[in-house]
């Protein structure tokens, strides 16, 4: 089997290098390590030749998920792992774990990271996972899934689904096919911050329905009778405000998760660098 390392981060690519070399079970000629990059980077400092690696550099607006969808419809591949999240330490005998259970017949293989959870959040967690398979019919990967390993028919798949490969490599979306999980220790994650644009609409339906409570104190304070059909009405109305804030909030953090929900164009690619030996 061969694998290809992939990275949409930008990161100390000789560190990497070096880990991978020294930690993965894999020999050599069994692996590629791919960088998906919008930046430049200076081939000076890339002085390795232990391992084969290569670089994509795509145009300086190209987002993570447009650069790796651009690598799968270019490129022959065979299984990948996809390093997704920009994570300050990688667990690498979780990956040999993933690639151990990709040899014994696993299709799909993904990280979850060890975290105390009390149990509001798991709840809560629970609640959110079921309103976005509700909503929107997508199951999302247990855990982080911060590195995910996908057997080459899945990596066929992806490359006959144009555009998709963002879904898919974030949610559940393979039909009778379970991922398998493989438990790591909680990863020092980069600060990602929040954006309020994302959550214009939903904090905008939010300040409707909180007017629309301070309307029914109003009514209690001031002994508001109002005819049972007109209250009924006002009511339902309440509660579809309410399903709307639901659904929107879940669509926003989606698209702050997942990305666009939409088919991913792939980006174009300025220039490949790579150390082969061919």
């Known amino acids: 089997m061969f694998y290809s390392l992939v990275f949409t981060i930008n990161g100390n690519i000789n560190e990497i290098l070096e880990k991978i070399y020294s930690e993965i079970v894999l020999s050599p000629n069994q692996y590629q390590v791919v960088f998906l990059t919008n930046k430049e ?20 607006n190209a987002t993570k998920e ?15 792992i996809l390093f997704k999240n920009p994570l300050k330490n990688f667990d690498f005998k979780a990956i040999n774990k993933m690639i151990q259970s990709n040899q014994d017949g696993q299709y799909l293989i993904i990280s979850k990271q060890e975290k105390q959870q009390n149990l509001i959040i798991k709840y809560l967690q629970k609640f959110k996972n079921f309103f976005i398979k509700l909503f929107f019919g997508i199951k999302l990967y247990p855990g982080e899934a911060d590195i995910i390993l996908l057997d080459s028919v899945l990596v066929s ?15 559940n979306g393979w039909i ?18 929040f954006n309020v644009k994302n959550y214009i609409l939903p904090i905008c339906i ?21 005819p049972f059909l007109a209250y009924f ?21 989606l698209i702050c998760t997942l990305g666009n929900l939409k088919n991913v164009n792939p980006a174009k690619i300025i220039d490949i660098y790579d150390n082969f030996d061919f």
């Open 157 to 171: 798949t992806l490359k006959e689904m144009k555009g998709k490969s963002n879904i898919l490599t974030k949610a």
């Open 41 to 60: 980077i200076s081939k000076v400092a890339l002085n390795s030749n232990k391992i084969n690696y290569k670089i994509f550099t795509f145009e300086e």
């Open 66 to 80: 447009e650069m790796f969808e651009s690598f799968i419809q270019t490129e022959n591949l065979n299984n990948i």
């Open 233 to 253: 009405s006002y009511l339902i109305f309440e509660i579809l405000i309410l399903g709307l804030i639901i659904y929107t909030t879940l669509k926003s953090n």
């Open 206 to 226: 939010t300040f409707f329905f909180l007017c629309l409570i301070t309307g029914n104190i109003l009514f209690s304070v001031f002994n508001v009778q109002l």
């Open 176 to 193: 009778g096919i379970e991922p398998k999980v493989i438990q790591i220790e909680k990863q020092n994650n980069q600060k990602s911050y």
